[in-house]
Every structure is written in structure tokens, then in C-alpha cells.
């Protein structure tokens, strides 16, 4: 009797972590989606000046609005646009009057990118959202610069690639730029947000242990009566 009483508690109390931890990851989920409607909202906000200080956790997002001319000096950042292919963000400088700093245009095709060639022209109004992606790991390529091919947005790497301030504006909308450039403006979804899965899981695994605790203690019990 003692041993079925036993069984009973490990049942019951493997049951009831399962459960805590289903439970932690639904509070999880709210918690995560709070955040990213709190980035979206921060992301379609009416666009300000640059600011003169910025600090990237602080300002990350922010929407702002420069006027400079671009360079003609560019880096090509290797990318996959899901249902267009592999391609380039192409990366500029911008000269600003407190400092040049790195506009990312937006994307364009390997196909397109072959023949591609900047000049500087006029000055241009640009509205974008402050970035400094976290792209760069320990599985990354160094960049190719004979062939002027990055493998990931390293927001200091390219500031010293191209002699700017480390600022990376990533373009929303800019009227008057037109060829084969489209925006691939700031989105919050490669923010990771897994936890109603794990939820998912965590309450399933909760559900088979209870089964088989059930099931086991229903076995061990009709063979103590026999």
C-alpha cells in the first residue's frame, strides 16, 4: 500500500510541474505579446528630427525623419526576401550636417544588384526607424570586400567601413528614390515568440503523464487485489 501511495505522489506531483510550467508559459506569452504591440506601436509613430544622443536600447525603433545627401559609396548585405529570392540591402552613407550617418535603402535583387551604380545627387527627406540589428554570431562569415558582400548588419563594422557615426536608419519611405530599391522597413517579426508552443507542449507532456500514471496505478492496483 505503501509503494500505490507513493506512486500517487510522484503522479500527482509530476502532473502538477507540467502544469506550472504550461501555466508560466501562457503568463510568458502575454508578457511577449504586450512587448511587440508595444514595438509596433513605437515602429508606426510620427517620425521626429534625429536626436543629437542616442543610446541603441533606449532608442531602438525610434521613427525619425533626415534630410541629406547620400554618398555614392555603398555595402551590399546578402539577404532572402521570402517569394522574391536572394538579393542585397544596400547600404549607404548620408551626409548629415551633426555627423554622416548609415541609411539601409532597402532591397534589391542579385539580377538587379549586377549592374547597380550610385552617384550623389540631392538632397533627399528620408523617414526610417533607428535599428542596430543583432545579426552577427559566431557562424557568420567575415565580409567579402573584394566583392563587396556582407553576410549580416553589423552597425559598427560598417560604420567604420564607410567612416560614419554608428547610426543605422532603416528606410520607411523616400519619395523621391526610385529604381529597383524597395524598402524593407523595421518589422517585429524576427522577434522570437515561441511560448504558445511551448505552452502547447508543456500541458500535452502534462496530459500523457497523467495517463500513464492512471493507467499504472490502475494495473499495480488490480494486481494487489489478485
Not at 555603398?74 to 548609415?102: F, N
Not at 539601409?104 to 550623389?120: P, Q, R, S, Y
Request: proline share 8%; aromatic share 8%; no cysteine.
Amino acid at each position: 500500500m505503501g509503494r500505490l501511495v507513493f506512486l500517487v505522489v510522484i503522479g500527482l506531483g509530476g502532473a502538477a510541474i507540467l502544469i506550472s510550467l504550461g501555466v508560466w508559459q501562457v503568463q510568458r506569452l502575454a508578457w511577449k505579446e504586450g512587448v511587440i504591440a508595444q514595438i509596433n506601436s513605437r515602429i508606426a509613430a510620427e517620425p521626429v528630427a534625429l536626436p543629437m544622443q542616442l543610446d541603441p536600447t533606449r532608442d531602438a525603433y525610434l521613427p525619425v525623419r533626415v534630410t541629406g545627401t547620400l554618398r555614392a559609396d555603398y555595402i551590399r548585405v546578402l539577404v532572402s526576401k521570402k517569394d522574391v529570392g536572394a538579393g542585397y540591402r544596400i547600404i549607404r552613407p548620408l551626409l548629415h550636417p551633426d555627423g554622416d550617418i548609415l541609411i539601409d535603402l532597402g532591397f534589391v535583387t542579385t539580377e538587379n544588384a549586377a549592374g547597380l551604380k550610385f552617384e550623389e545627387g540631392p538632397p533627399l527627406n528620408i523617414v526610417g526607424n533607428l535599428q542596430w540589428p543583432q545579426e552577427v554570431d559566431g557562424f557568420t562569415p567575415e565580409p567579402d570586400l573584394a566583392r563587396n558582400i556582407w553576410f549580416a548588419r553589423d552597425v559598427d563594422a560598417m560604420a567604420a567601413a564607410l567612416g560614419t557615426r554608428p547610426i543605422l536608419v532603416v528606410r520607411r519611405d523616400a519619395p523621391q528614390l526610385g529604381g529597383p530599391l524597395s524598402p524593407m522597413p523595421v518589422d517585429t517579426r524576427a522577434i522570437p515568440n515561441d511560448h504558445l508552443q511551448y505552452a502547447v507542449t508543456w500541458f500535452s507532456l502534462a496530459a500523457i503523464w497523467s495517463l500513464m500514471t492512471f493507467f499504472f496505478l490502475r494495473r499495480k492496483s488490480g494486481a494487489i487485489k489478485s
